[in-house]
DNA sequence: CCATGTTACTTGATGCTTCAACCCACAGCC
DNA sequence: GGCTGTGGGTTGAAGCATCAAGTAACATGG
């Protein structure tokens, strides 16, 4: 029924990486979700958003540079934004720079929401995935989601665009001083 | 502002892997989702409901051990089902064995579904993964995925029930004769 | 054989994501 | 200065997930 002959489907030991993958898949962004909206009311997605901001110097981004650096259409981040606005976390201001672009700016209530949301994410984040890894699975992990991601995204593992990782290489942790 | 000052946030290793692995779940299940529904209309999760239930013999479960094997809670699953049975995908019985089962069957259009689709949607996450992998890498893949799941699923990796990966090893291709 | 509890499943409402359509600002061209 | 095109953003409707509540079947203790 095709031309996929001669790579088809996949060897047992693939079958068995691709069936755990996907199960990753589906529980930990879960898990997750489940522990912010418990203790802060905010989904995954919206507390990135939140703490991509807090990060950025300044405290504001364009729509489409949010956009980027957590991986969402620019409909979903608007649609996103504007629940965060009505919280009062975030505003939004037409950009002096240019008339097409807005700038989202986390607000003082924003700045505060994710400095009491990111302790309990991080436990989180590490008692899920961290604490069931050595050092070496910890490279490993690093390693395989860089390959994988370069297939995902070809343009963001090497993009040379203003908000790139190349540009402010991760560098330090989520919403910390 | 809080009692976790002994293992706060995250090492520059950690984070780097953190920040890739979300970036991998955010968008390895959007590239899977897009192929399958522009190519056949599904979801992933739809298509793995109709996939787990190719693969058994009979072509039929209850509906709690199809939740199981899919991951999901059993209101996600009704829901879906609900719809597959709208297209005429899957029928639900009531058991023979207890009143309160009830047995979702794939149908032969069902079966059929799946044959179509299973060989693009192999190739996409053999394309997405696999191409990016070399034997160590799916391998690192299986150990790191098979660790968090631990930590995920404290009773799914080891359980005995009827249909865990233990019962029928990941036996063969996805929805193959 | 009635009361209570538990298991298996369904339903309805609510909220988030996606998709397509749309508006506005600016650039290039004539 | 109008025409067209493209990039940045928003909006509304439709689909899917999640949560809370509900029903029905069975088990267990009185």
Chains 1, 2 share one sequence.
Not at 11 to 25: G, I, L
């Amino acid at each position: 029924m095709g031309p996929m002959d001669e790579t088809p489907w996949l060897d047992d030991a693939e079958q068995r990486a691709w069936r755990r993958t996907a199960a990753v898949m589906t529980l930990l962004p879960a898990a997750l979700d489940a522990q912010l909206q418990r203790d802060a009311g905010l989904t995954q997605f919206s507390y990135l958003t939140l703490a991509m901001l807090s990060e950025t110097p300044g405290r504001t981004l364009p729509m489409s540079a949010l956009a980027a650096t957590v991986n969402s259409s620019l409909s979903r981040l608007s649609h996103v934004v504007a629940r965060l606005e009505q919280q009062g976390w975030v505003t939004r201001e037409p950009s002096p720079e240019s008339g097409r672009v807005t700038v989202a700016r986390l607000t003082d209530a924003g700045m505060e929401k994710v400095r009491e949301t990111a302790p309990g994410h991080a436990a989180e984040v590490r008692r899920l995935i961290f604490d069931a890894l050595d050092d070496e699975g910890v490279a490993s992990l690093a390693c395989v989601t860089a390959a994988i991601l370069g297939r995902l995204d070809p343009a963001g593992g090497m993009r040379a665009n203003p908000l790139s990782r190349e540009a402010h290489p991760v560098d330090d942790r989520p919403a910390t001083g």
